[in-house]
């Protein structure tokens, strides 16, 4: 009878690497052991064919102690496969003036529906910095009493498309995988 049971357990699938909720159409919740995010794609699924694919973003510790998160360790991947990277402090500062519209639109000073759990205080560091806006990081540091928040910017060439997207964090033990849904109106 053990045997059996053991067998049985060895052929379940894995557990997911953390939780999904959608509060809404474009906004996601992620909880995971290492990592809380909320993302929201409302801006990029009301432009799609644009050339920078932009969601906004709040970030806060998991269930565990603090997490580093790695500029380098942060992509989407589109409907087709393809990957495409954080754009690097450089090229968003060139891309700047094509954006700041879509930076206009959100307020990150907290996040949005039911927040995270707890009193969290917001961080003042971030992947990319615009123009006076102060200093960028390659590595931002979340615990579970902080969030820290900003848009995330991506180069797509050849536009954004409609169809699946997933958000990826590479962490130090394991991967948040956040999708989302752009031009999709009848989910």
Known sequence: MVLIACAACASAPLPPEGE????????????????????????????????????????????????AIERNAVQVRGPDGTRYPLLSQEAYREAYPEVLTALRAVDFSYPPGRGFAGDRRPCGRWFLAGPWEGFAYDTIDVSPFQFCSGPLVFLVPGGVQPGPWVLEID??????????VLGDSDR
Do not use: C, K, M
């Open 20 to 67: 999904l909720t959608e509060e809404s159409r474009t906004l996601i919740r992620y909880t995971g052991n290492e990592l809380q995010a909320i993302v929201s794609a409302r801006w990029a699924s009301s432009h799609l064919g644009d050339e920078w694919l932009v969601l906004a973003v709040w970030l806060s510790g998991g269930r565990t102690a603090t997490t």
């Open 171 to 180: 962490l130090e033990e394991s991967t948040a995988r956040i999708p989302f």
